[in-house]
């Protein structure tokens, strides 16, 4: 059950986004990185929902931590990708490099790092 807060979040996000849309003014590109901007994350509030409610150690968990490392590169390569394009050349790969790092750390962090049995 979705309390008010999240109620509240996702019409936020859902008002932002039509904003955007609307004015984009007919630009593809624009609309388009809206949209799969707000898909992703409506995505990955679904993914952390369903590993925050599977049993520790469970396969749904595991399949939900996918999802999440996942939805989270996807939205990384996305804004890295949009924010370079409007750098010089040095600052873009300033970006990328942290880019990577934040995607490689969360590798790291869900799927490498041992877990104690509290965490799990």
Same mark, same amino acid.
């Given at each position: 059950? !979705?309390t008010a807060?999240? *109620? %509240?979040g996702? %019409? /936020?996000?859902?008002? *932002?986004s039509i904003?955007?849309?609307? $004015?984009? $003014?007919?630009d593809?590109?624009?609309?388009s990185?809206? +949209?799969?901007?707000?898909?992703? /994350? +409506?995505? #990955?509030?679904?993914?952390l $929902?369903?590993?925050?409610t599977?049993?520790? !150690?469970?396969?749904? $968990?595991?399949?939900?931590? =996918?999802? =999440?490392? /996942?939805t989270?590169?996807? #939205?990384t390569?996305?804004f890295?990708? *949009? +924010?370079?394009?409007l750098m010089?050349? #040095?600052?873009? !790969?300033g970006v990328? #490099?942290m880019?990577?790092s934040? =995607?490689?750390?969360?590798?790291? !962090?869900?799927? %490498?790092?041992?877990?104690?049995?509290?965490?799990?």
């Open positions: 059950m !979705a807060g999240t *109620s %509240l996702f %019409l /936020l996000l859902t008002g *932002s904003m955007a849309i609307s $004015r984009s $003014r007919g593809t590109a624009a609309i990185f809206v +949209v799969a901007s707000y898909a992703s /994350l +409506v995505l #990955l509030f679904y993914s $929902r369903r590993f925050e599977a049993a520790p !150690a469970s396969a749904a $968990r595991d399949r939900a931590r =996918v999802g =999440v490392w /996942l989270t590169t996807l #939205l390569a996305m890295s990708w *949009s +924010v370079a394009a010089p050349w #040095l600052v873009a !790969a990328w #490099l880019a990577a934040t =995607v490689v750390g969360g590798f790291y !962090a869900l799927f %490498l790092r041992p877990r104690g049995e509290a965490e799990d």
